[in-house]
């Protein structure tokens, strides 16, 4: 794996102390430019997980041995993020901070992170990530496909739309009960084995060429 000492300094350092208010469940407000440390740093998770592992994990139940075409891709993704300290275009990454809802009726107005019908747009990766108290979701796809998506999660009320950023945000605006945590990642169908850590589980498609929108 491309590693060595000069990621932590670039991107964990950044985005430690702006996380650790979110893993215990308390309020931050983040600048865009915070909003973009921690949407690198993110990023830079995936792109580790991804380098780290022998298998990849297409689809649910689907394991398959690490191809050097796929090592090649995720190391280029990894030099263009030492390049531009920035996501790449096409990803979209939301959180929530895990609490109690004094309304169980507000459970079932959480919305999906892939929804039903933007399967047919999905092309790249999508993660699950939970960190103490916060939970983020990040995925991977085309522009116009992750414009969508990224409008269709600002209309949650209960989880923020960490990247792309769009100004200051203030998170959580309100707590996000557990069993909708349960509810996003069995969406997901993540592979069983995926996990390499607490809380973390990706699904990492072959190599596609380039983006499509």
């Avoid at 090592?71 to 096409?90: F, K, Q």
């Avoid at 269709?152 to 792309?164: A, F, G, V, Y």
């Amino acid at each position: 794996m491309e590693c060595n000492a000069d990621l932590g300094q670039k991107f964990e350092n950044p985005a430690a102390p702006l996380l650790k208010p979110l893993v215990v469940g308390d309020l931050a407000e983040f600048t865009p430019a915070q909003l973009r440390s921690v949407a690198a740093w993110l990023w830079l998770k995936d792109i580790e997980y991804v380098l780290m592992r022998d298998v990849t994990y297409e689809r649910d139940q689907d394991e398959k041995p690490m191809t050097e075409a796929t090592m090649t891709e995720w190391r280029h993704h990894l030099r263009n993020l030492r390049r531009t300290v920035r996501p790449p275009e096409g990803y979209v990454a939301r959180l929530g901070v895990i609490g109690h809802s004094a309304d169980p009726a507000t459970h079932a107005s959480i919305r999906p992170f892939v929804r039903a019908d933007f399967t047919a747009h999905y092309r790249g990766i999508t993660s699950f990530n939970q960190v103490g108290r916060a939970v983020f979701q990040t995925t991977l796809t085309g522009s116009r496909a992750a414009a969508k998506l990224a409008a269709e999660m600002s209309l949650d009320d209960r989880t923020d739309l960490l990247w792309p950023a769009d100004g200051t945000i203030a998170v959580p605006k309100m707590r996000l009960p557990f069993g909708d945590v349960v509810r996003w990642k069995d969406e997901l169908e993540f592979h069983p084995n995926s996990q390499i850590t607490s809380g973390f589980r990706m699904r990492i498609p072959p190599p596609v060429g380039p983006s499509r929108p």
